[in-house]
């Protein structure tokens, strides 16, 4: 059994990207890591040189940045790291350069890869989400955040990614059968400094709004206002021994209120319901569990 991570990136440092964080929390669990480093304007190719690593293939790429709609440039990116890995991986472990994986979780992914690598059926394995927001304390719990997505998947060559890279799908459009496992993404992309923050969100934005559109919704040089999200609750668990560092880094304040929710009444009457029968309505699966 080979298994090949990969992922994509493009000024990691210009955004404040996690990337080696990201790339380092899951080399224990391959054999080889794909990387294609995008056309940055900053250190980013040496970046991800200096990760100590002979499991590291490095592959560049020139993003198309004349498309500008729905993401669909980062599933193209995505889908040429993919088309890197070695012809004799078994699985492939998608991590986005803002996703870490906590060390605990290594044994249990690499348990699940065992025990499904003869079992054809079984397309992909299913991952949960922690969404982290505003800093390393809160957790975004709100049912505008996906509560799944697969990271892991049989390398049969007929799969590609969906969308905006969020998830994948068969090259024919359908959904991959799945199992979901006992582990998490720990998502940090909404934990930067504000002024970072802002200029990830414009940087990232741009390739789904206009430049009219995104000086309306973030305008340049103004720090990102986290207050306005709904609804949060606090990080009672460990984080990744990779973060800490970024964590004592960690140079703003903020504070919310998990007491509030920040709901309108189809989303109070929708979580009630949730919380009641734990069920989601109009939950957004791309794909399906077996």
């Not at 690598?117 to 079984?122: G, H, I, P, T, Y």
Request: with cysteine; charged share 30%.
């Amino acid at each position: 059994m080979k298994i090949t991570g990969f992922t994509i990136i493009r000024n990691a440092i210009k955004y404040d990207y996690p990337v080696v964080e990201a790339i380092t929390s899951i080399l224990p669990v391959c054999d080889e890591f794909v990387v294609a480093v995008g056309n940055s304007v900053d250190g980013t190719l040496e970046l991800i040189k200096s990760i100590n690593s002979e499991k590291i293939r490095i592959i560049e790429t020139i993003w198309d940045d004349s498309l500008r709609k729905d993401g669909r440039v980062l599933a193209i990116e995505t889908d040429k790291a993919l088309s890197a890995v070695s012809d004799d991986t078994t699985w492939a472990f998608y991590i986005q350069s803002d996703e870490i994986v906590h060390e605990k979780y290594h044994q249990a992914i690499k348990d699940a890869m065992f025990e499904y690598k003869n079992n054809l059926s079984v397309e992909g394995l299913l991952f949960n989400y922690l969404h982290f927001y505003g800093s390393y304390k809160y957790v975004a719990d709100s049912r505008k955040w996906y509560r799944n997505e697969i990271r892991v998947i049989r390398h049969t060559k007929k799969v590609s990614s969906y969308r905006d890279a969020q998830g994948f799908r068969k090259n024919d459009n359908t959904k991959l059968n799945v199992k979901a496992i006992d582990a998490y993404i720990y998502h940090y992309g909404w934990v930067k400094p504000p002024i970072k923050m802002t200029e990830k969100v414009r940087g990232l934005s741009y390739f789904w709004h206009t430049d009219q559109e995104l000086d309306e919704q973030q305008p340049a040089n103004v720090a990102f206002d986290y207050s306005g999200i709904d609804s949060l609750t606090l990080f009672e668990g460990t984080h990744p021994k990779i973060i800490q560092a970024r964590i004592e880094r960690m140079n703003w304040a903020f504070y919310f209120d998990i007491q509030q929710k920040k709901y309108s009444l189809k989303y109070r009457i929708l979580s009630k319901l949730e919380d009641l029968t734990g069920w989601r309505i109009g939950e957004y699966k791309n794909y399906k569990t077996i």
